[in-house]
Nanobody
């Protein structure tokens, strides 16, 4: 059984930083393509960042480019999202997602992922 557990969320002032972590268990970590999504109150879940299984290619939504960095540590079975220069509009529940992909490209759509964590709350105050 595959399990994803996020951590690292919290309350931070605008301009601050947080690093989210997602520990994945259940299968060989290096098999997965992974991503981060977020959902703000009253809004649909949206793509934030993705990391391919091979070559660690990345993709970001435009609003977080140059501020967020997605990375993985295969030895620790952990996916990260480093978030810098946070803005109030980044406030949301952040989810990590994983799947065994059929493509080498980063996956940006929620329906492409099979496994999800429970989410970690990020709140950015102005």
């Amino acid at each position: 059984q595959v399990q994803l557990v996020e951590s690292g969320g919290g309350l931070v002032q605008a301009g601050g930083s947080l690093r989210l972590s997602c520990v994945i268990s259940g299968r060989t970590f290096s098999m997965y393509a992974m991503g981060w999504f977020r959902q703000a109150p009253g809004k649909e879940r949206e793509f934030v960042a993705a990391l391919s299984r091979i070559n660690s290619n990345t993709r970001y939504t435009n609003s977080v480019k140059d501020r967020f960095t997605i990375s993985r540590d295969n030895a620790k079975n952990t996916l990260y999202l480093q978030m810098n220069s946070l803005k109030p509009e980044d406030t949301a529940l952040y989810y990590c997602a994983a799947t065994v992909p059929r493509t080498i490209l980063p996956l940006t759509a929620a329906h492409q992922y099979d496994y999800w964590g429970q989410g970690t709350q990020v709140t950015v105050s102005s």
